[in-house]
């Protein structure tokens, strides 16, 4: 079957770096997503990888290993606006999305 | 960038009233719309994908006459929870793709949400 983990929730502390880290099962594979989710609100894009490698976005990063089934988003620098849940999603063959249950990110002063 | 505007935010309605819920893609068209419910503290759980002119796939489980879906154009879909009851109080969000993919693509984007509480 099909299948997405990523931790439950995590703490930081503001200025901190943070990694979170996201396995994957799917039948065929067409990437890697990652979303922030603020409570009450919509998903927001993140970042997307297909090829193994570390994507730097600026504060956030993406990296992904295919042979691994394993990819993970880095936060640096962490403010506290970053106090949300991060949505990991693997794309399988039919470029259907496949959901983790989200990672909710708790950021301390 | 890409914007799905997604109308209400929130509604609440009576048990046993229909609500429609709708998806509007603002500058590009989507040949595809995704309808996702969020239960609390939960997940995304994909109800159903509708492709403009046609009729829409659910997933396993949803109830294909509860939850109607149009995707009249490439720019408006809708989504109509009918004779709804309070277990069907949740976060109803809509994405949308332009049906293209590849390195670089930014994402299905996601419309803002629309909170439903049946009392």
């Known amino acids: ?109 | 960038g890409a914007v799905v505007s997604q109308h209400p935010s929130w509604v609440i309605c009576k048990s046993g009233t229909s609500v429609k819920i709708e998806c509007r893609s603002l500058d590009f068209q989507a040949t595809t719309m995704f309808w996702y419910r969020q239960f609390p503290k939960q997940s995304l759980m994909l109800m159903a994908t509708s492709n403009e002119g046609s009729k829409a796939t659910y997933e396993q489980g949803v109830e294909k006459d509860k939850f109607l879906i149009n995707h009249a154009s490439l720019t408006l879909s809708t989504l109509t929870v009918t004779s709804a009851h309070p277990e069907d109080s949740s976060f109803y969000i809509c994405s949308a793709s332009e049906g293209t993919f590849s390195i670089g693509h930014y994402g299905y984007t996601f419309g803002s949400g629309t909170r439903l509480t049946v009392v």
Not at chain 1, 21 to 41: D, K
């Open chain 1, 1 to 109: 079957g099909q299948n997405i983990d990523q931790p439950t929730e995590m703490t930081a502390t503001e200025g901190a770096i943070v990694q979170i880290n996201c396995t994957y099962q799917t039948s065929g594979f067409n990437g890697l997503f990652w979303y922030q989710q603020h409570a009450g609100e919509a998903p927001t894009f993140l970042s997307y990888n297909v090829l193994d490698g570390l994507e730097e976005k600026g504060r956030f990063s993406s990296f992904l290993s295919r042979s691994k089934g394993y990819s993970y988003l880095l936060l640096k620098e962490l403010q506290m606006k970053d106090s949300a849940s991060y949505l990991c999603a693997a794309m399988d063959s039919n470029y259907q999305l496949i959901w983790g249950a989200g990672t909710k990110l708790i950021i301390k002063p």
